[in-house]
Nanobody, 128 residues
């Protein structure tokens, strides 16, 4: 069974950068499309970015992170990353990665209800 563990969350000043990592174990990551989601206190979970099974396949970003965040994956290392730049206080949230098995090489799944595996999340706090 696939297990996901996020890391890299931290306290950062506005305008700063962080790279979140999602480490997979228990199964080969290349069978899964991945999504990054976040949830701020008192708010609903929202999707941040999504990537298909292979790097160089399909990628999608939520409008509020376009041009600031970059998702990537290294299937050989069973890792997914989220590079976050130009962070603002509105980016403060618990960030989680999630995985869903897909047959399509370029398929992106965006609906969180369809994801089968979730990490525990990592806290990102943007504050001066």
């Amino acid at each position: 069974q696939l297990q996901l563990v996020e890391s890299g969350g931290d306290l950062v000043q506005p305008g700063g950068s962080l790279t979140l990592s999602c480490a997979a174990s228990g199964s080969a990551l290349d069978a899964y499309a991945i999504g990054w989601f976040r949830q701020a206190p008192g708010k609903e979970r929202e999707g941040v970015s999504w990537i298909s099974r292979y790097s160089g396949g399909s990628i999608k970003y939520a409008d509020f992170v376009k041009g600031r965040f970059t998702i990537s994956r290294d299937n050989a290392k069973n890792m997914v990353y989220l590079q976050m730049n130009s962070l603002t206080p509105e980016d403060t949230a618990v960030y989680s990665c999630a995985a869903v098995a897909t047959s399509g090489r370029y398929t992106i799944i965006m609906d969180p209800a369809l994801f089968d595996y979730w990490g525990q999340g990592t806290q990102v706090t943007v504050s001066s």
